[in-house]
């Protein structure tokens, strides 16, 4: 846990990981798999199919907001006590933003 707390080879390490998944959630949605191709395609469909956001990419990025997080509240607890009242925002706030 202590290892997180500071800029060091752990804490790039998890983000490498981190940021490896995200990519492979990116791959897993590529329209072609030839680089010539790819770079031909015009369509509009395939690359909306591309860049849509998967439960691969909803689990890095919060996994990555949360060591974030970490870093700046540097404890456990109050990481945890963040991300609830996040939680609970996001939650109450919803409607009120799409206007439901």
């Known amino acids: 846990m202590n290892d997180y707390l500071s800029f060091g080879k752990p804490l790039f390490r998890q983000f490498g990981r981190l940021l490896f998944i995200l990519g492979i959630g990116y791959l897993l949605h590529l329209p072609k798999f030839n680089y010539g191709q790819l770079l031909n395609l015009t369509e509009e469909r395939p690359w909306r199919a591309f860049f849509q956001a ?47």
Do not use: K
Request: hydrophobic letters at 55%; glycine letters at 4%.
């Open 54 to 100: 998967d439960v691969l990419q909803c689990i890095a990025v919060s996994l990555m907001f949360m060591q974030a997080l970490l870093l700046v509240v540097r404890s456990e607890r109050r990481m945890y006590v963040t991300l609830s009242v996040i939680s609970l925002g996001i939650v109450f706030l919803t409607p009120t933003i799409m206007g439901s």
